[in-house]
């Protein structure tokens, strides 16, 4: 019998609070016997990691948001084919902090690339392969901004070449494009997505992602 992976995304805004419920869903999987890989996009290979320098690094380059979408693209082909796939073939629950829709939200809603270019290069890249759940943590923009400035402020002090902050440095109504993109991705695949309040507090959103993550699991044989 070939082991069943589960492939799991955490979407949404800057700040809205994916890395840290990606964080603790890991150890709870853990700790119920799960084995887990844990990744993220741009990046999760070494040389998808090298792809993710061109995107988020301040000196990483001017792209036009097509180019960016290739470059997201080209990245995720080597992530998943390298890494996911052969994970979820180990039986493996992958959790990814951020997967394509991540693109469609930033390079679609947010930068104007045509959706239906999206979804020609997702169909050629990634054939129907989806995440099995998806959760996307939606926050007010003003709050979810908030939030990632009081991590970066706290993180050592890096050369401006080193700051992932091509994105963030864009303007409020980007952010506020960004987030009604993802809301309307996820009214489009209701079955896949589970919307979540970010407003809520870290352990009301802790058991929100765990009780759906155990009755996906549950179907998952
Ligand atoms: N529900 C919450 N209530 C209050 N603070 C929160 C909540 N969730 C996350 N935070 C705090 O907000 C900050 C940002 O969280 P986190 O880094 O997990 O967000 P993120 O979605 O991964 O952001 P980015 O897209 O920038 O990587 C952290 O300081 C975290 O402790
Ligand atoms: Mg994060």
Same mark, same amino acid.
Request: with cysteine; net charge negative; hydrophobic share 35%.
């Given at each position: 019998m070939t082991a069943k992976g589960f492939f799991i995304s955490f979407e949404g805004g800057? =700040?809205?609070g994916k890395t840290t419920q990606i964080k603790r869903l890991k150890d709870w999987l853990e700790s119920s016997g799960h084995a887990v890989i844990l990744t993220r996009e741009p990046g999760g290979t070494p040389e998808a990691e090298k792809i993710r320098d061109l995107l988020v690094?301040? !000196?990483g380059g001017n792209w036009d948001g097509l180019t960016e979408l290739l470059l997201f693209f080209a990245a995720r082909r080597h992530h998943v084919e390298t890494l996911i796939k052969p994970a979820m073939a180990e039986g493996k629950v992958v959790i990814c902090d951020r997967f394509a829709d991540s693109t469609e939200a930033y390079q679609?809603? =947010?930068? =104007?690339?045509s959706t239906d270019i999206y979804a020609q290069i997702k169909t050629i890249v $990634? =054939? !129907?392969?989806?995440?099995?759940l998806t959760f996307l943590l939606d926050v007010p923009v003003n709050i979810g901004l908030k939030r990632s400035k009081r991590v970066n402020d706290s993180t050592t002090v890096l050369s401006d070449a080193e700051v992932e902050d091509r994105f963030e440095r864009l303007d409020v109504s980007f952010h506020e494009k960004l987030r009604q993109g993802f809301l309307t991705i996820a009214a489009r695949e209701t079955n896949r997505f589970k919307v979540i309040d970010? $407003?809520?507090?870290l352990d009301e959103i802790t058991t929100c992602i765990e009780n759906a993550v155990n009755d996906r699991l549950q179907d998952n044989v």
């Open positions: 800057e =700040g809205a690094k301040r !000196d679609c809603f =947010g930068h =104007g690339v $990634l =054939g !129907d392969f989806a995440p099995n970010a $407003l809520q507090s």
